[in-house]
C-alpha cells in the first residue's frame, strides 16, 4: 500500500522559471492537501483540493500559485516566476474524505530551491 | 482561530534518558491533536493522535501524549530516548471536520551518546 507520493523530491529554479509539484495520494484518498514549510517554521496550510475541484485555497499567495487534483493524475502545485522567498519544502498530504478528513497522511515533501 | 505552541525550540537529552516536549494549542471546538516526527530531509511521520477517549495515547516508538483539556496542552513523552530519536517534533490541531491542520513551529531534539 503505497503512501503519499511527491516528485520531485528536489527541485532547483532560476529566478523567473516555473516549478511544477506533483503529488499523488493514497490509494482511495479523494483530497488532497498542500502545506508550506519555510526554513525554522512550522508548516502552514495552502490548499484543499477534491478531484476536479478546489475547497479552499485561503493559504495560498495571492499570485502566482496555484494547485489543480484533476480527474486523473496527480495533484499538481504550480509556481510561476519563481522567487527567492518561495524556496520551501512543499509538503502534500492526503485523505478519505468526510469526517476522517482531519486523519491526514503526509507524503516525503519536496524541496525547492530558487537560485 | 486555533494555533499551537511549542515553547521550547530546541531539547538536547542524553541517550537513555527521558524526554518530554510541550505543546499548547487554542482551539473553538473539541480539537483533534497530532505529533509528528521529521527526521532531517525527510517527509513527516505521524507518531499518534487524540481524537476522544482516553486522554494517554500510545503512539510508535515508544511515544505517549497526554491530553490536558484544562492546560490546553497535549505534550509528548518517551521514557528512554534512543539516538534515532534525534529529529524535528511538530504538535498538530485540527478537529472534526476542520480539514486545516494549525502546526507549531517545532521542537529540535539532539539526542547525545
Known amino acids: 500500500n503505497a503512501g503519499v507520493m511527491q516528485n520531485p523530491r528536489h527541485l532547483v529554479r532560476r529566478r523567473g522559471q516555473e516549478a511544477r509539484l506533483r503529488c499523488s495520494p493514497m490509494?482511495?484518498?479523494?483530497?488532497v492537501y498542500w502545506y508550506r514549510q519555510l526554513p525554522e517554521e512550522g508548516l502552514k496550510f495552502m490548499v484543499y483540493?477534491?478531484?476536479?475541484?478546489?475547497?479552499?485555497e485561503s493559504g495560498m499567495p495571492k499570485e502566482r500559485f496555484s494547485a489543480e487534483f484533476p480527474k486523473e493524475g496527480p495533484s499538481i502545485l504550480r509556481i510561476q516566476q519563481v522567487v527567492r522567498g518561495d524556496s520551501a519544502a512543499y509538503f502534500c498530504?492526503?485523505?478519505?474524505?468526510?469526517?476522517?478528513?482531519?486523519?491526514?497522511?503526509f507524503g516525503q515533501g519536496t524541496r525547492l530551491t530558487v537560485v | 482561530a486555533q494555533s499551537v505552541t511549542q515553547p521550547d525550540i530546541h531539547i538536547t537529552v542524553s541517550e537513555g534518558a527521558s524526554l518530554e516536549l510541550r505543546c499548547n494549542y487554542s482551539?473553538?471546538?473539541?480539537?483533534?491533536l497530532f505529533w509528528y516526527v521529521q527526521s532531517p530531509g525527510q517527509g513527516l511521520q505521524l507518531l499518534l493522535k487524540?481524537?476522544?477517549?482516553?486522554?494517554l495515547v500510545q503512539g510508535i516508538k515508544g511515544f505517549e501524549a497526554e491530553f490536558k483539556r484544562s492546560q490546553s496542552s497535549f505534550n509528548l513523552r518517551k521514557p528512554s530516548v534512543h539516538w534515532s530519536d534525534a529529529a524535528e517534533y511538530f504538535c498538530?490541531?485540527?478537529?472534526?471536520?476542520?480539514?486545516?491542520?494549525?502546526f507549531g513551529a517545532g521542537t529540535t531534539v539532539t539526542v547525545r551518546a
Open positions: 498530504a492526503s485523505s478519505p474524505g468526510g469526517q476522517r478528513d482531519t486523519e491526514a497522511f
Open positions: 498538530a490541531v485540527g478537529g472534526l471536520g476542520d480539514y486545516k491542520l494549525s
Open positions: 490509494k482511495g484518498h479523494s483530497h
Open positions: 483540493l477534491q478531484k476536479e475541484n478546489i475547497i479552499d
Open positions: 487524540y481524537f476522544s477517549g482516553d486522554t
Open positions: 482551539y473553538g471546538a473539541t480539537p483533534y
